[in-house]
């Protein structure tokens, strides 16, 4: 059944030195409990990455947690990474992964790759913050 919503999610994130930069998705939706799966439509703009290695490498894949370990990396990603997020072979983004303060440090964890990170933008260094929004057009 088609759903009689057309959603799009837009994703805003902050660096240390308080530069800023976006993503805009179309077609977005998240499946029911317990996967919450991420489906991504057309990336309508592509400010961070303009590849599939930014938060478009999430697409499609289930929302993994320490306790909830449904990444395909043969690892629990979320026990390295030390968030919950949609792993893949784990992340090139972790939104949900340590924050430093200041903001701008490399985290300790996974080489830097456990860290608040968005890695297409700016590599290793920890993001200030980050945004995920998302809007029905009907």
Known sequence: MASKYESELRLNVVAADNSHVYEVFQNFSLSKYPNFTLHLGSQTVEQISGNTYGFLYCNGYDFSTF???????????????????W??????TNLNGEYLSPPGAISTHIDGMGGFIYYAWKRLATLKSSQIMFRKHT
Do not use: E, I, K
């Not at 306790?67 to 997020?85: A, F, I, K, M």
């Not at 792993?87 to 090139?92: E, H, L, P, V």
């Open 67 to 85: 306790d909830h370990d449904v990444d395909t990396s043969g690892s629990n990603c979320g026990q390295l990474y030390h968030g919950g997020w």
């Open 87 to 92: 792993y893949w072979s784990c992340a090139q």
